[in-house]
């Protein structure tokens, strides 16, 4: 059963994500809709600022590899945990959005979303039906699910995915973004090995915490306990080659894995490093390595039907960019998913074979009831009682998923 702690991450990622937009590490016009005005303005400092670049990086890679080889938004995302994350509307934003994107997480943190998204004239642009598709038990429009439910219950899991309308024979891509680790090993397990045997063409992304071992990962993982988030799952898969190993023995044909020193290095070219560099000055560059080297990114692959659909989605493709890049953003702002002219769709698909039986699908789908919806932007301004105990300090959760640069890392 997840916690009012568990719920609390999503918040703190909200914040970092913002904190790295406003600092210019990348481009998402969204992020602030999920943050409190009273805490937009703080910025996190160079090093939480990379991290969480590095993060929405990593994971965007994989999204729009994933997005081109499918092609005609005719794949599915679905996205465990997934908070406050903004990714449905950038894609939808630059037309590639899948036919049918789906997140799945706590009750508390879906209602949150569907309220503030309900009130979003911006957010709500994506979504043809408006607030009518925004209730108290999430969002249900035609091409995008926000539904609540315990991840660590399987059955919860596969009835929420009916709902949304998921199909196991269609591609699809799962995302994992810092919520596999705050699951016991076994509940984690099961998460994968559930995907594995029932898509036949599937790929996982996952970002987790590793390296609990050492001074700084003792102190992540103390700082994470004691803000009640524990890291359940970190001590069972406690590095990178076990992340790909638990991927390979859970049925994923194929894994890799990279920490996010590996990843910041040698993924961001040169000219990207340069560009982060030139934005804010970090001062404790050691500190910085360690950092990222208590991070990683793993993506797992399978293709049963050998259309060798994923053969070239890979962690390790050169990025030179913010992922999903904003300039698109003006030019396909009003774009339907799942058309022909996004610029990575095969010319002339069409509507995909998936989009089709989405659509006759929802046609006897009930739209949830609009009720708890802020009315105006200063609602947003009231932190939700789940989170106000500890937002109230000013630090929660560790700034950035267990580091906290008020953190004594060196001496445990
Ligand atoms: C660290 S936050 C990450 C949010 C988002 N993926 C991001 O990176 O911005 C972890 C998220 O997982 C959710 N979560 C954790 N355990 C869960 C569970 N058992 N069932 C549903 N959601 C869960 C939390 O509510 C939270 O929103």
Not at 197 to 222: I, L, N, T, W
Not at 330 to 335: E, F, G, I, L, N
Not at 356 to 363: G, P, V
Request: hydrophobic share 40%; proline share 5%; charged share 20%.
């Amino acid at each position: 059963m997840a916690t009012e702690g568990l719920a609390l991450t999503a918040e703190v990622a909200a914040r970092g994500k913002l904190s790295a937009v406003r600092a210019h590490f990348y481009h998402d016009p969204y992020a602030h809709h999920f943050v409190p005005h009273s805490a937009r303005e703080r910025s996190l400092g160079a090093m939480i600022n990379s991290g969480q670049y590095a993060r929405v990086a990593a994971i965007g890679s994989v999204v729009e590899q994933f997005m081109a080889a499918v092609g005609g938004g005719c794949g599915q995302i679905v996205s465990l945990g997934a908070g406050f994350d903004t990714r449905f509307w950038s894609l939808h934003a630059s037309a590639l959005a899948p036919a049918c994107y789906v997140e799945i997480d706590q009750e508390c943190v879906v209602q949150r979303k569907a309220s503030i998204v309900a009130s979003s004239p911006e957010l709500l642009r994506a979504l043809p039906e408006g607030r009518a598709c925004c209730g108290g038990k999430g969002i249900a429009s035609a091409h995008y699910k926000c539904l609540a439910a315990d991840l660590t219950d399987i059955t919860a899991l596969e009835r929420a995915l009916a709902i949304a309308g998921w199909v196991p024979t269609v591609p699809t891509l799962v995302i994992a973004e810092c919520l596999l680790v705050y699951m016991k090993a076994e509940e984690a397990a099961a998460l994968l090995r559930w995907f594995s045997e029932r898509c036949q063409c599937a790929a996982f992304a996952a970002y987790e915490q590793v390296e609990p071992d050492d001074p700084f990962g003792q102190m992540m993982v103390r700082n994470l306990d004691e803000r009640g988030c524990p890291l359940l799952g970190i001590h069972a898969c406690p590095t990178v080659t076990a992340q790909k190993q638990r991927a390979i023995d859970l049925g994923w044909s194929h894994a890799e894995a990279m920490d996010i020193a590996h990843f910041f290095h040698h993924v961001f070219t040169k000219a990207e490093r340069r560009r982060i560099r030139r934005l804010e000055m970090l001062d404790e560059v050691e500190e910085f390595e360690l950092f990222l080297h208590h991070y990683c990114v793993m993506l797992a692959k399978k293709d049963e039907a050998s259309e060798h659909l994923f053969d070239s989605l890979t962690l390790s493709r050169p990025i030179d960019r913010p992922p999903i890049d904003a300039e698109k953003q003006a030019v396909y702002s009003s774009a339907p998913v799942c058309q022909t002219h996004s610029p990575l769709t095969m010319p002339g698909s069409g509507l995909c074979d998936a989009h089709q039986t989405q659509s006759a699908r929802e046609q006897s789908m009930p739209l949830l009831p609009v009720t708890n919806i802020c009315e105006t932007e200063d609602d947003l301004d009231h932190t939700p009682d789940w989170c106000k105990d500890k937002a109230d300090q000013g630090v929660s959760c560790g700034e950035y998923e267990g580091y906290s640069p008020t953190s004594d890392h060196s001496h445990p």
